[in-house]
Structure formats: structure tokens, C-alpha cells
T-cell receptor
Framework: DQQVKQNSPSLSVQEGRISILNCDYTNSMFDYFLWYKKYPAEGPTFLISISSIKDKNEDGRFTVFLNKSAKHLSLHIVPSQPGDSAVYFCAAAIHAGGTSYGKLTFGQGTILTVHP | SQTIHQWPATLVQPVGSPLSLECTVEGTSNPNLYWYRQAAGRGLQLLFYSVGIGQISSEVPQNLSASRPQDRQFILSSKKLLLSDSGFYLC?????????????FGQGTRLTVV
């Protein structure tokens, strides 16, 4: 059962334009969401996160939007740069207290290609 | 600052051979440690996590096992590898920020079972 889904395996955008990566989840217990960026043969690196008490979090060119009623989040990259080309994973977690132990549930990833 | 080391970077092993992947964390004590696997064309799947020395929890039934002999050391093992064990293995530790968590990953090990 895939609790976190990224339905677009790939996305191609022109440099300078907006990249929008989408993620859907099914488990209503998730209350914290993260985006990771991964280059080939490297471990993922943390990009940005959002808790369920917010609907938007912004960090430079990266903005994450959360729509709890739709169980949907998205990552916006503006403007997109060729160096942003990578695989982007969304991840979800239940808050660190209790028995969640910080476990993350990941989506399948979306390959972003930014063309010069 | 905290760092996480994982080795080897790549590994090619024959079917039926044993496996040992090692991960160590520096700059933190009593971290929660995790092993994830990324199979070809798929997302990251949590295999094991550990909240302390000797404490291992398995998330999915499989041919692998994990051990935590020291506070900052996490080992992934197999007695006999299967072709389906091929994948990209990632070790991670968590930094808890208030109620929430942020995972930091090692560089990964590309395992090919032939």
C-alpha cells in the first residue's frame, strides 16, 4: 500500500520557469512533510519541510504548499535552474513523539530536468 | 557538526554470498538510525530502524538483518544474497527539531547481486 505517491515520474521545464512537483498521501495521521533532492549515486539531501499546522512554507526559490483536505502537497521552484535537475522525493512522517521514531514514508520520486 | 559515513560506495556480489554494509555517525550521541533501500525505479523504502544499542526494528520481511553494536554504528547484513537484494542502500540518522524530525542520509551503497 503506497501511502505517499508522486504520480509524475518525470518533469521537464525551461530554465527560468516554474517547476511544480506534486505529491499525494493517504494516511491522515501524517502531520509533517519533507522534500528531498537526490543526485545519482548520492544520498538524498533535505530541501524544505512543512508541518500540518501550516499551508505554506517558503525558503528562497523553494516553496511547499500543503492542502490537508485534499491530502496533497506540492513543491514550487521559481525560477528553475539547470542545477535543480535531480530526483525529488516527498516524504511524510508522524510527529516525532510517541512511537513514530522519526520514520519517513517516501514517494517514488520525480525526475526533474531543467533545460538551459 | 554531524556527519554520516557509509561504505562501500559500490559493491558487486554473487548470489548466495554474504553481505555487510557499515554506517557510522559522528558528532551526535544516541541517534536514531535507519536503513533505507531504493530499488530500481522505485522510491525509498525503510528497511530497519534503531533507537539504541542492540535495539532493531524491522519494517518489512526480507532476506536482510541489521545490528547496532555501538551507539553510532549501524550494520546491514545478509547471510545469503538474492538477486532481488540489488539496489541502492542508504543509511540515515534523524535530528529531532521539537516535535518533528529531519533525516540526514549517507552517500549510499550501490549493491548489484549477480
Amino acid at each position: 500500500d503506497q501511502q505517499v505517491k508522486q504520480n509524475s515520474p518525470s518533469l521537464s521545464v525551461q530554465e527560468g520557469r516554474i517547476s511544480i512537483l506534486n505529491c499525494d498521501y493517504t494516511n491522515s495521521m501524517f502531520d509533517y512533510f519533507l522534500w528531498y533532492k537526490k543526485y545519482p549515486a548520492e544520498g538524498p539531501t533535505f530541501l524544505i519541510s512543512i508541518s500540518s499546522i501550516k499551508d505554506k512554507n517558503e525558503d528562497g526559490r523553494f516553496t511547499v504548499f500543503l492542502n490537508k483536505s485534499a491530502k496533497h502537497l506540492s513543491l514550487h521552484i521559481v525560477p528553475s535552474q539547470p542545477g535543480d535537475s535531480a530526483v525529488y522525493f516527498c516524504a511524510a512522517a508522524i510527529h516525532a513523539g510517541g512511537t513514530s521514531y522519526g520514520k519517513l514514508t517516501f514517494g517514488q520520486g520525480t525526475i526533474l530536468t531543467v533545460h538551459p | 557538526s554531524q556527519t554520516i559515513h557509509q561504505w562501500p560506495a559500490t559493491l558487486v556480489q554473487p548470489v548466495g554470498s554474504p553481505l555487510s554494509l557499515e554506517c557510522t555517525v559522528e558528532g551526535t550521541s544516541n541517534p536514531n538510525l535507519y536503513w533505507y533501500r531504493q530499488a530500481a525505479g522505485r522510491g525509498l523504502q525503510l528497511l530497519f530502524y534503531s533507537v539504541g544499542i542492540g535495539q532493531i526494528s524491522s519494517e518489512v520481511p526480507q532476506n536482510l538483518s541489521a545490528s547496532r553494536p555501538q551507539d553510532r554504528q549501524f550494520i546491514l547484513s545478509s547471510k545469503k544474497l538474492l538477486l532481488s537484494d540489488s539496489g541502492f542502500y542508504l543509511c540515515a540518522w534523524n535530528r529531532f527539531r521539537g516535535l518533528f524530525t529531519e533525516a540526514f542520509f549517507g552517500q549510499g551503497t550501490r549493491l548489484t547481486v549477480v
